[in-house]
Each structure stands twice: as structure tokens, then as C-alpha cells.
């Protein structure tokens, strides 16, 4: 299984975004600005845009699921109960998840734009996928369920999963990094290598791999590690 | 055509004209087709034939209660005509440029600021519906009668929610009403001439064709 994105072209007015790369099963983290092209990109790949130039190429891969960064798009129940059924699933279980219990009768749109959120990735994780593709997973989510999010998509053992984010503060356990610099999509490579190309590693990572102590991964326990061991070796 | 304010005025008299008598739906479209670039004037040539598909379906029923349904299906038409070729050459403040020069810095600037704002919500249910699509071909569900209304509401939602968030940013800002221009137009000698032109259209249409020829 993987996904090939040949000599992509994305052209707008005054803006130009140029995509080459192969994303094997894992983990993928693709960062860029506001405005790089992110959910540009997760279009393309999910087919829903085409490139001026380039091919997608997706081999073994049937399963394909785009998250958009604004829920409210995916809505097409009227109830939230309604809203699981329309993904196919077990209500009761997914409210559950979401700890939205309660609010079946409910309407999608009375909910907070969190709520929404968390009921919209526990339907998007529950959903067997082989290509996963999370545009701004972690928007509009406090630090806890950025957590949960984190948790649920590294369990998630099969296929590829592409986020796109600017996320600075959460990450989940991550396989490769890409990142999206000046109209380009750069390969920063596997983890941990990849931190030391990463242009758009947060402050307190570039901290870290200044001070020869880079963390082995972006999970929250992963950077608490390295920090610690700073900490003591300083 | 450059003049916001001919263009504004000239869609108003061209959609006047085409909506009280045939002649002058007639007239309204064939100065359409002298003053306008025909098929480039039409920013969503998809929504416009849903729209014109819709109209159709009205105009058969008008014309099945033995009314003329042939006469409403053109008139309607050359309205959406005219009313896309507005749309597609509008540009950003146009509308704020025009209130001002026309009401003031007050009133003008208020409506013009409104309809700004519409332009903007008009733009943002476009790419709305093209994201909901996307969604609802994710979940495996094609567009038919029972996708009409969650697909209605997600729309309004949106619209609602990106005009709170615009009212919200202006009160933020201090805005009450009115405000500050200096509006500025080149019109060209073409603007001028369809300009006239609309006029005549409604002339044309408002004034019996017995009065020009002697019938």
C-alpha cells in the first residue's frame, strides 16, 4: 500500500504549491503555515480537486477518508444520534467515545463547535480507512481531548494517516514529517531524523535538539522525557 | 464594464425591463448579448443552468394551469442572465464605492457596507456547498429530495455563524454606522454607451410597441 504524488502542480492566483513524495503505511505530519496549501493538498490526495499538473497515485488503497477542519460541513443528520447512523455506526457507542451521552435526541448544531468536533473525529477514527487524511484534527479541542485524539489515531494500526496541521502544542506518535516551505512540499524523513530538518518544529523542540537532547518522538511523554534529561544533564 | 455605478444601474433597468413585459425581456437580451462577454459573463455556469432547469420546471406548470408559461421562462431567464453578468463583474467594494458616491458617507456607506457583506456570504455558500458535497460523497450519499434540507441547514448555519463573526469584529472595532470614502470611477465610452443602451431597454419595455410603429 502507498500513496505516490507525482510532480503535482497546484496553481492559484499569485500562489503555487509543487508536491513530490510516496507516504507508506504510518503515521504521516504534514506542517506548513496558514495558508500553505495544507487543505489544498488533503483535497487533491482525497481526489475531491484536481492538480494543474501531476498524478495521484494510490495503490491498494480503496478506503479513503478526508476529516475537514470545519465539522459542521459533514453534518447530514438532523439529530445527533442521526449523525452516527448517517457514518454507520452504533450510536450509543460512538457518544460514548465522544462523551456526548445523553444528546442523541439532540441537534448537531446545538452543539459547542468542541463537541462537535470530538463527535466528528470519533466518527472519522471508527471508521475502517486505508487512507486517513486529518485536515486540523486538533482545531477548536482543549489540551485533554487533543490527548485522546493523539491516542485514538495511534491506535489505529493499519494503513496510511495524514495530518495536516499547524498544531505547535500536541502531537500523536508520528512515523515521518513533511512540511510545506515557500510553495514546496519538503520531505524532512523518519522519525526522530526528521526533527533536525523540520523548519516548523515548535520552539521548545528546536530547544531541545539545540541542546543535544532532541525527543525521540512528538508525543507529549516523548518531549517530557527529553526535557527531563536536559534538565539533568544541565 | 469599469463603472461600478452603470453597471449597478443598468442590471437594476435591465431587470425592470425584462420583468414587466416580454418586448422587454427580449430587449434586455439581446443587450446582453451586444454589452456583455455572453458565456464569460457567467462566473457558475453549473448553478446557472440549475437555476434556468428550475425555472423550466415552473414555467411547464404555469404553462399546464393555461397560463403563459412561455413568456415567464423567458423573463426569468434574462433575468439570471443579467444577474450573473452583475455578479461576475463585481469587485470587491464596488458596492460600498457606489452607496457612498450616491448616499453619502452615512446611509451610503452603511448599505454599502451591507451589501458588501452579502457579496461575501454569496461567495462563501458557493464554496460551502462545494465542501458539503465533498462530505456527503465521503459518507457514501448521493444528492437527492432528502439531502435538500440538512444540506439547506448546514448553509444557513454558516451564513449565520460568518455573519456573527463579521458584526462581532465591526462592534469590536467601535463601528456604529457610516464612514469614510472617497469613492473614485473611470467610466470608459462603452460603459457610457451600454449605459444609454440600458435605458432604452426600458423605455422599449415600459412603452407600448404601438407607440413606435405604426401598427
Known sequence: MKLVLDSLVVKREGWSLSVNGTFLPGVHLVSGDVGSGKSTLAQIIAGFQKPAHGTVSREGISKVMLSMQHPEYHITGLTVEKECASWGLNAPDILASAMLSGKEEESPFTLSRGELKRLHLACVLERATDLLLLDEPFSSLDCAEKERVCTRINQKHYGITIIFTHEQTTFPRVDHIWEICQGCLVDCGDMPGALERWQHAPARIQDLIRAHNGPRNLTTRDILEAAWQTHESG | MADARIRLVSAALLSVAA????????????????????QKSLRNQRVIGMMIL??????????????????????????????????????????????????????????????????????????????????????????????????????????????????????????????????????????????????????????????????
Open chain 2, 19 to 38: 420583468f414587466v413585459s416580454l418586448q422587454g425581456a427580449l430587449a434586455a437580451g439581446i443587450w446582453w448579448l451586444i454589452f456583455t462577454g455572453r
Open chain 2, 54 to 215: 428550475l425555472i423550466a420546471i415552473v414555467s411547464a406548470l404555469i404553462f399546464l394551469s393555461g397560463k403563459d408559461g412561455l413568456s415567464y421562462f423567458v423573463r426569468m431567464c434574462v433575468i439570471i442572465l443579467i444577474g450573473a453578468w452583475l455578479y461576475a463583474g463585481q469587485q470587491h467594494g464596488d458596492f460600498l464605492r457606489t452607496g457612498v458616491w450616491c448616499l453619502g458617507k452615512k446611509t451610503g456607506f452603511t448599505l454599502g457596507l451591507i451589501a458588501e457583506m452579502g457579496m461575501l456570504v454569496a461567495e462563501g455558500l458557493s464554496e460551502d456547498f462545494t465542501r458539503i458535497r465533498i462530505a456527503q460523497s465521503l459518507k457514501g450519499l448521493r444528492w437527492g429530495p432528502d439531502m435538500i434540507l440538512p444540506t439547506g441547514i448546514v448553509l444557513i448555519h454558516s451564513a449565520l455563524a460568518r455573519a456573527q463573526d463579521t458584526t462581532e469584529l465591526l462592534a469590536v472595532r467601535g463601528y456604529r454606522d457610516g464612514g469614510s470614502m472617497c469613492p473614485h470611477f473611470a467610466p470608459t465610452r462603452s460603459d457610457l454607451v451600454a449605459g444609454t443602451g440600458a435605458i432604452c431597454v426600458l423605455f422599449f419595455a415600459i412603452v407600448s410597441v404601438s407607440e413606435f410603429f405604426i401598427l
